[in-house]
């Protein structure tokens, strides 16, 4: 296990990446376990307030994220500064990406449904940063030969195209696919020869007249919704919580 480490993730100059997103991982953790307790009127813990302002735990998160950045570029890739400025932007991360939910929204929406987004973007993020982790590169350049690495015209073609399949996939409504395509392109081609998603840029302007079309996509996106939405929602309560009920307008 030590010459494995040492030979894929020290060697490499991944060290600091892995520190950052063990940080950011049991940050987050961390943070719903204790915004959960406070929910729950348990534990010692409490919301944060200066002169009646409510501090979101995203503030904090903010200068964490700002200092662990800047003290990384500064730092290099090796040694015992890279690895502490590594630790320190993973939990300012895991802090701010928490709230995204709150940040997208301009409100307080942790315990709502909008607040499931929160959840979403931190699992995505995860399994970017470990796709990257364990050597993938984006937009395929892990794909290209030693010759075509060798050759600046061959790589940015490779990067060219494969971006190009990232905003096509993303045109058709497929957002998770068209982010985990930058990683790995195999899954933009997957996404684009897929129908779109109904209400996509896509479907509006290349459906409009193949009624066929537009009524297979809509059922399509009907089934997967249904076959997908039930095991999500069960491990987005299981990460971050259940979000509070929608209480009918006017009572």
């Known amino acids: 296990m030590g010459h494995w480490l040492h030979r894929n993730i020290v060697e490499p100059g991944k060290l600091p990446l892995l520190l950052a997103l063990t940080a950011f991982v049991l940050t987050f953790l961390i943070t719903r376990v204790v915004t959960r ?71 307080d929406v942790y315990w709502s449904e909008e ?11 995860v399994a970017l940063v470990g796709l990257v982790l364990a050597g993938f590169s984006p937009f395929g350049v892990n794909d290209v030969t030693q010759g075509e690495a060798q050759d600046r015209g061959g790589v940015i073609t490779s990067v060219v195209v494969n971006f190009v399949f990232a905003m096509l996939v993303l045109l058709k409504g497929k957002t998770r696919m068209a982010i985990f395509s930058v990683i790995i392109p195999l899954v933009g081609l997957i996404g684009l020869v897929r129908l779109a998603r109904p209400g996509s840029p896509w479907a509006r302007r290349f459906y409009r007249r193949r009624p066929r079309a537009r009524a297979r996509a809509t059922l399509r996106s009907y089934r997967h919704d249904k076959r997908w939405s039930g095991p999500r929602r069960k491990f987005q309560d299981l990460i971050g919580g259940r979000p509070d009920p929608v209480r009918p307008v006017g009572r």
């Open 115 to 125: 607040g499931r987004k929160s959840v979403e973007v931190v699992v995505l993020t």
């Open 37 to 107: 307790l406070i929910r729950a009127g348990k534990g010692p813990f409490g919301n944060v307030s200066s002169g009646g302002v409510h501090i979101h735990h995203a503030v904090p998160g903010v200068v964490l994220t700002v200092i662990g950045g800047f003290g990384a570029v500064a730092s290099g890739r090796h040694g015992f500064g890279a690895g502490l400025c590594a630790v320190v932007f993973g939990m300012g991360a895991g802090l701010v990406l928490d709230e995204f939910a709150l940040i997208l929204h301009l409100d």
